[in-house]
Every structure is written in structure tokens, then in C-alpha cells.
């Protein structure tokens, strides 16, 4: 190779470099636009993740809320189911009782109208 074609070669190669280096250039700064994306997106998800988090603990919180009033409600359909049986067992006795009177005054009535009659008999002798 002559000192002509290898200044001509390393001319080119120099000119083809010098292409090579700044498409690697341009690709750097891409890179770095990407890097740059890519810290925005880190600090986003984390932010996410911190939004997540807090949403999460409020949220269980809220159902520690739901659970305890359904606690409470259930305590209290407890209370109110055993004070009804309690009430419907005082009505039925109140019936056989009622029941029980009823009879006896039905009883009673006839033992009055029985003496009635007798003390109108009495009466009716004494008054002859």
C-alpha cells in the first residue's frame, strides 16, 4: 500500500470514526434522556407505592371499623333475640294464667248465681 492510499485509508477510517463517535453520541444522550425517564418513573412508583401503602392501611383500618360495628351488632341481636324469648315466655305463662282465671271466674259466676238462686229461695220462705 502506497503512503497515498494509506493517508487516503486513514482519512476515511478517521471520517468513519469520527460518524461512528457521534452516532455514539447521540446514543448517549439518548441514554441519558432514558436514565433521566427512568428516575422519574423510580421516584413515581415510589410515590405509588407510598399512595398504595397508606391506602391500603386506611383501608384496613375501615374494616377493623366494619368488623367491630358487626361485632357490636351481633352482640346486641344476641341481647335482643334472648329478651324476646324471655318476653314470649312471660306471654304464654300470662295466657295459662289468663286461662286459669278465666276459669275460675267462669267457676266464681256459677257459685254466685247458685247462692243468688238460694238466697232468692231464702228469701221467698221467710217472705211467706
Do not use: W
Not at 497515498?4 to 439518548?30: P, S, T
Not at 427512568?38 to 407510598?50: H, P
Not at 368488623?67 to 312471660?90: D, K, P, S, V, W
Amino acid at each position: 500500500m502506497s503512503p497515498i492510499e494509506y493517508q487516503q485509508l486513514v482519512e476515511f477510517l478517521g471520517e468513519r470514526f469520527d460518524q461512528i463517535d457521534r452516532r455514539f453520541d447521540q446514543i448517549d444522550q439518548r441514554f441519558v434522556v432514558v436514565d433521566r425517564r427512568f428516575a422519574e418513573m423510580d421516584g413515581r412508583l415510589g410515590d405509588l407505592r407510598q399512595d398504595l401503602a397508606e391506602l391500603r392501611g386506611e383501608m384496613l383500618g375501615h374494616f377493623d371499623q366494619v368488623y367491630r360495628r358487626l361485632e357490636r351488632l351481633e352482640q346486641e341481636y344476641q341481647t335482643i333475640t334472648q329478651a324476646l324469648r324471655r318476653i314470649e315466655a312471660g306471654l304464654a305463662d300470662d295466657r295459662g294464667r289468663r286461662e286459669i282465671l278465666e276459669r275460675d271466674l267462669a267457676d266464681l259466676k256459677q257459685h254466685v248465681a247458685l247462692l243468688q238462686s238460694r238466697i232468692a229461695e231464702i228469701e221467698q220462705r221467710l217472705a211467706n
